[in-house]
């Protein structure tokens, strides 16, 4: 029996049943995730529309993560300069108000308090954000100052015999041993440590040798800002030594000078002013540098603050800008990949509708024989 074959017309109707298939499959994707495709081949002619506004993004976000990253440095540093400007200031109140009479009757306890605040400044100075040191330029690994007693050694102390002044000081070593015995004068004790070495304040060799760099934040393609502050900068220095030298020196009754009787062999035989003249003149002219010292540094350190405040604003606003453009790159990438989900559902409603209809035509076709049409 002869029949009419239908296999060039069903091999036609399963490729474009693949076809609609492969269409369905697409739609459904399209809905599933909001893009047209989920390769850049499909997007045609636009490809390189979204791979560049892509890359621009990429860069503007890293550009973004830089100025996040310095402005939270920053906002550190500025809080650890306000903590040393603010306990400094306790100890320019303390040594302000504690005169009464001309004397210091609680200097020991400004000296605690100051040995207390030294300590806390040198903590401060050698802050951290993870594992970088703040302070330190670009050698952020190295602490930037240490307390190594170097300066405590320059210093050193002075004691003397108070029973006898004629007889030599119980304790007298470095430049306070020297200035309470007569070796120096107390402007040479006061010019020795105004010029004290940064390797006795403990900084670190390459804070002392300059070679650390700068630190800079990265806020687009052709510009960055300097946000360094070292911790040897000068209004740092001088807060350092000022406490150093505080927490240091002798009392009022122990500094160097005569006695007012100078019969007297000892301060309990002495007339009035108590403690000696002399001893109080050498005492408030060194106590004077030290206050002037410190509220130098203080005034110093605002100026590093004002800088740091400067680069925040500046960076704030390159961060501001950079994210105008970082929307509008993925406003062109949206526009170039983002699917209408609206066209989408309606397209495949359109598409499950002629694939139904062409599995019952093929269907129908099938059972088509030459026999059955006779």
Request: proline residues 3%.
């Given at each position: ?204 060799q390459t804070l002392v040798s300059g070679t650390t760099g700068d630190v800079r934040v990265r806020v687009d393609e052709n510009s960055d800002f300097d946000y360094t502050v070292l911790a040897n900068t000068e209004g740092m220095k001088d807060i350092i030594t000022a406490l150093g030298v505080l927490r240091a020196m002798p009392t009022p009754e122990n500094s160097p000078g ?117």
């Amino acid at each position: 029996m002869t029949s009419i074959s239908t296999l060039g017309q069903a091999l036609d109707q399963i490729s474009r049943l693949k076809k609609q298939q492969y269409t369905l499959d697409d739609l459904s994707t399209q809905i599933a995730t909001g893009k047209k495709t989920q390769q850049f081949s499909g997007l045609g002619s636009d490809i390189l529309r979204s791979q560049r506004s892509r890359a621009n993004v990429d860069q503007l976000e890293q550009y973004s993560t830089n100025i996040i990253n310095a402005q939270r440095r920053i906002q550190l540093m500025t809080n650890s300069v306000q903590e040393v400007q603010a306990q400094a200031n306790t100890i320019v109140d303390s040594l302000t108000v504690a005169v009464q009479a001309g004397d210091y009757p609680d200097f020991e306890v400004i000296q605690r308090l100051a040995d207390d605040v030294y300590d806390y400044v040198i903590d401060t100075i050698n802050a951290k954000d993870g594992e970088r040191y703040l302070f330190a330029g670009s050698d952020s690994s190295v602490k930037p100052i240490e307390d190594k007693g170097l300066f405590d050694s320059f210093l050193g102390e002075y004691v003397p015999d108070n029973t006898n002044i004629a007889n030599p000081p119980l304790v007298a070593s470095g430049f306070i041993g020297d200035w309470g015995d007569g070796t120096i004068t107390t402007d040479e004790f006061i010019d020795a440590f105004n010029a004290v070495n940064e390797n006795v304040l403990g900084y670190s060799q390459t804070l002392v040798s300059g070679t650390t760099g700068d630190v800079r934040v990265r806020v687009d393609e052709n510009s960055d800002f300097d946000y360094t502050v070292l911790a040897n900068t000068e209004g740092m220095k001088d807060i350092i030594t000022a406490l150093g030298v505080l927490r240091a020196m002798p009392t009022p009754e122990n500094s160097p000078g005569a006695l007012n009787d100078p019969l007297a062999t000892r301060a309990a035989d002495d007339t009035p002013p108590f403690p000696a003249q002399e001893k109080q003149d050498n005492f408030f002219a060194v106590v004077q540098d030290v206050l002037k010292t410190l509220v130098g540094g203080i005034k110093k350190i605002e100026q590093e603050e004002y800088k740091l405040a400067l680069v925040e604003q500046q960076t704030n606003l390159v961060k501001e800008n950079n994210e105008l453009q970082i929307n509008a790159f993925k406003s062109i990438i949206s526009e170039v990949e983002d699917a209408d989900i609206t066209e989408s559902v309606a397209a495949i409603q359109r598409v499950q509708l002629s694939l139904e209809t062409s599995f019952q035509v093929t269907a129908l076709i099938s059972d088509l024989t030459l026999a059955n049409f006779l």
